[in-house]
């Protein structure tokens, strides 16, 4: 169960405790790094699978094993954060990264079910070590007035990076292949590994931190109905981050170059409205914004569909035009980021308030577990249908309807 009980700190920890100190400028050193990294190939990962002839069950298996692993890789995780510097976990976490780009590269090596095994655990011990960790150093420095703001400087700096690894990985991959992704990424890995080595000597956990449980994860109620938040907050995840990705290098004619221009050109068109909504954000503390940036995600998921008969029609000369197309890219786009900026600031605030990084730690059990179990039943869905594009809109409408649930996160 997570307490309740008021943090006057606002970050979940004892504000005297110097062992949860880290540089101002590493959070985002590491963020950016990362974000450069992921760009150049994790961030292509279920585009790759699909040129690579696997199927969207395989896709959503790889999902569910991934989350598995993830939460199992919590564990460790936890006692190397409490008991080792921070900058051995960035090491880790760099390592881990080009494991995975290492074992894409060496795909020819495996046979198909045991590279897709093999990838998932990596990219799930990946997202791990990376995401723990990015997560503990923002809630160091975010409080319930900058909190909005803080994160909203994060996506700036996310998109930055991202974008430019995203631009990188689709050359290297379109007109050289895994090997020239792969000794980028270990090129820059190293580099980033040994210049993280000179920073932060601090711990992530503090001495007294207490490691989560199995009665943690399995009672992670309270009054702001965090349970079922973090239940269905990794089926939004993944569906953002693999299978929207796939409708739109699907929708870029499966062209890594065009496809990575596609989303940098999606980023430029909402920019300066994000920018303006992020030094916004932290004046509105009521329940009509958060009430409105569900709505808006909904409708954003409702409307994905559209795209595939807006293609068609655009194909043929016809109905929807290309422009109205990008409006409509750039609508869902934007939908998807406030409300990711609204919600974000919504947990971090209440982790907080609450347990600080044990709050942080027991939604990444639960939500990562939830993975596991929904994208195991939707491989099995999956496999039993053959319109892979009427499957991914079929996913989109349910997900319009489940996101009506995150009205009920509860700040008070």
Not at 310 to 324: F, K, V
Request: glycine letters at 6%; one cysteine or more; hydrophobic letters at 50%.
């Amino acid at each position: 169960m997570i307490s309740d009980s008021s943090n006057p700190t606002g970050q979940g920890q004892n504000p005297n405790d110097q062992t949860q100190s880290t540089k101002p400028g590493t959070f985002y050193q590491f963020l950016g790094a990362h974000s450069l990294l992921i760009g150049i190939f994790p961030f292509y990962i279920p585009v790759w699978l699909w040129r690579s002839d696997y199927s969207l069950a395989a896709i959503c298996l790889f999902v569910a094993i991934s989350g598995l692993t993830f939460s199992l890789c919590l564990k460790v995780w936890e006692v190397l954060a409490k008991k080792h510097a921070a900058r051995r976990l960035f090491a880790i976490s760099f390592a881990l990264e080009l494991l995975l780009v290492a074992i894409a590269a060496g795909s020819n090596l495996f046979p198909e079910s045991i590279l897709l095994t093999s990838l998932a655990v990596a990219n799930g011990a990946y997202n791990c070590f990376f995401w723990t960790t990015q997560r503990c150093l923002f809630i160091d420095r975010a409080t319930p007035a900058t909190s909005g703001r803080q994160y909203g400087n994060l996506q700036i700096v996310v998109t930055i990076a991202l974008k430019v690894g995203i631009l990188a990985g689709g050359l290297l991959l379109e007109h050289h292949g895994m090997l020239a992704v792969l000794c980028v990424s270990a090129l820059l890995s190293l580099a980033c590994s040994l210049w993280f080595l000179k920073f932060d000597n601090q711990r992530l956990l503090e001495p007294g931190y207490t490691p989560t449980t199995l009665n943690n994860i399995i009672r992670c109620s309270d009054r702001h109905n965090s349970g079922r938040i973090f239940v269905i907050d990794g089926l939004f995840l993944f569906l953002e981050s693999h299978f929207w990705t796939l409708s739109l290098f699907i929708l870029s004619r499966e062209n890594f170059t065009r496809f990575g221009l596609t989303v940098i050109a999606l980023a430029i068109g909402f920019a300066i409205l994000f920018y303006i909504a992020k030094n916004t954000i932290d004046r509105f503390t009521g329940e009509n914004l958060f009430r409105w940036a569900v709505i808006l995600y909904a409708i954003g998921w409702a409307v994905r569909p559209l795209l595939d008969s807006g293609t068609a029609a655009t194909e043929n000369g016809e109905a929807l035009q290309m422009s109205y197309l990008a409006v409509l890219l750039i609508f869902i786009t934007f939908c998807t980021s406030f409300f990711r900026l609204v919600f974000n600031k919504r947990f971090f605030d209440i982790a907080g308030l609450t347990t600080g990084k044990q709050y942080l730690v027991v939604k990444s059990h639960v939500t990562q577990l939830a993975v596991c179990v929904i994208f195991m039943l939707l491989a099995m869905v999956s496999s039993s249908l053959d319109n892979k594009i009427n499957t991914l809109n079929g996913f989109y409408l349910l997900a319009a309807a489940i996101s009506l649930i995150y009205l009920t996160y509860r700040q008070r």
